[in-house]
C-alpha cells in the first residue's frame, strides 16, 4: 500500500495517523480514570495504538532517502 504512496500522500496519512494516535492515548487515559476499567478494552486499545506507531516508523522510513555511506 505505501510502497506506491507519493509524499504528499504519506505526509497526509502520517497526519491521520499521528491524529489517531492521540485520539487513542486519551481514550485510553479516560478509560482508566473512569474507575470502571474494562481491560480487555484498553488492551485492544493499547494494541492499535501500537500498529499505529508501527505505521508511522514505517512512513516516516519512507520520507527519508536511503544514504549509501
Same mark, same amino acid.
Given at each position: 500500500? =505505501? =510502497?506506491? !504512496? ?5 505526509? !497526509?496519512? %502520517?497526519?491521520?495517523l #499521528? *491524529? *489517531?494516535?492521540?485520539? +487513542? /492515548? =486519551?481514550?485510553? %487515559? =479516560?478509560l +482508566?480514570?473512569?474507575?470502571? @476499567?474494562?481491560? !480487555? ?5 493499547? #494494541?492499535?495504538? %501500537?500498529?499505529i506507531?508501527?505505521? @508511522?516508523? +514505517? +512512513?516516516?522510513? #519512507? %520520507?527519508?532517502? /536511503?544514504?549509501?555511506?
Open positions: 500500500m =505505501a =510502497a506506491a !504512496l507519493g509524499t504528499h500522500e504519506i505526509e !497526509l496519512r %502520517l497526519g491521520s #499521528r *491524529e *489517531e494516535h492521540r485520539d +487513542l /492515548d =486519551a481514550a485510553i %487515559l =479516560a +482508566l480514570g473512569s474507575g470502571s @476499567i474494562d481491560q !480487555l478494552q484498553v488492551a485492544r486499545m493499547k #494494541r492499535r495504538k %501500537l500498529r506507531k508501527d505505521e @508511522i516508523q +514505517l +512512513l516516516e522510513s #519512507r %520520507l527519508v532517502p /536511503d544514504i549509501i555511506a
